[in-house]
């Protein structure tokens, strides 16, 4: 029977914990990248989510893991983390660990901005992100939790053109704001676009992945674990028997394989506190994926579950 998760994390945490873990990873199978479609950058599927397990301060221990999180998740062939202003202190303990590990550049750094900012204010939040990551530049800025079918991309663009950002984009983790967000993604065709979806929560499948894929825009999923409930419903269960036809050994890679499935999505950016997780998580870049039948077999032995 496959190991649980936490079962075959345990077993491996002391070698998990160090880079060489990873290094033998993406020396065995590199990480697979897609393309982000309108402007060919080629991006590791498979990122960190930063919102509460980066949220802390004066804490040697927890910076400690999340260096090693990073070094971990780069040296499995990774790159992107993503952030926000709106997390707390994730912004700057992200500079810190980018920092003293001295990765920057093998990193695709990603933060947010207020969607209801006026243009001074959004100016002022990017400059402060830049300041607490300690970087001069963002591969990725987005406007965060869009919810009026108006917004504009053009500052975003601007700052796109004066070599402060690289990639634009706009997210939401709010199902009330889909019909307006369809609209902005279809009108201006955002580089990036990122939405909250999992297995257990498909609304976004609707409508929004079928505009973004429309669109041209590469799509981050956030969420994949739905905030953890995911992992708690089937607790105590053993993986599914046809885990292993898509080379899965944890529930973790099961949820995150499943998104990277659906034809619209670039990338997952789960939660991720200990270097066990990230090695854990990155081999959900790895291996066989789902078919469209292989997504309706997993969908049915959730849903049962």
């Known amino acids: 029977m496959p190991l649980s998760r936490r079962d075959m994390l345990a077993a491996t945490a002391a070698a998990a914990a160090l880079p060489s873990a990873a290094f033998a990873q993406a020396a065995a199978a590199p990480i697979l990248k897609r393309r982000v479609p309108q402007t060919g950058f080629m991006l590791p599927v498979v990122g960190i989510g930063t919102a509460i397990i980066f949220d802390f301060e004066n804490d040697p221990a927890k910076l400690e893991q999340r260096k090693q ?92 053109a004066a070599g402060t950002i690289r990639h634009v984009g706009i997210t939401s983790s709010m199902d009330g704001a889909y019909d307006a967000l369809a609209q902005v993604v279809r009108r201006e065709k955002p580089e990036f676009f990122q939405i909250n979806y999992s297995l257990g929560d498909r609304d976004a499948e609707k409508l929004l992945l079928p505009a973004a894929q429309d669109a041209g825009c590469a799509v981050l999923t956030n969420l994949p674990f739905g905030r953890n409930t995911m992992f708690k419903k089937v607790a105590g269960k053993p993986l599914p028997d046809f885990a292993r036809e898509i080379d899965c050994t944890s529930f973790a890679q099961l949820f995150l394989k499943y998104n990277l499935s659906h034809p619209a999505v670039t990338a997952v950016i789960p939660g991720t506190d200990l270097p066990q997780y990230m090695l854990d998580n990155l081999n959900a870049g790895r291996g066989r994926m789902p078919d469209a039948a292989m997504r309706r077999r997993i969908e049915s032995w959730f849903d049962a579950v």
């Open 69 to 160: 999180v990073v070094r971990a998740l780069v040296a499995g062939g990774g790159s992107l983390i993503d952030t926000a202003p709106g997390y707390g202190n994730a912004e700057v303990q992200v500079g810190n660990a980018v920092t003293e590990t001295g990765l920057r550049s093998q990193l695709f750094l990603a933060t947010k901005f207020s969607s209801r900012d006026t243009a001074a204010q959004a100016e002022a939040e990017l400059k402060a992100s830049l300041t607490r990551m300690k970087t001069s530049y963002l591969d990725l800025q987005q406007a965060w939790n869009v919810s009026d079918a108006n917004f504009s991309l053009a500052q975003m663009k601007a700052w796109k």
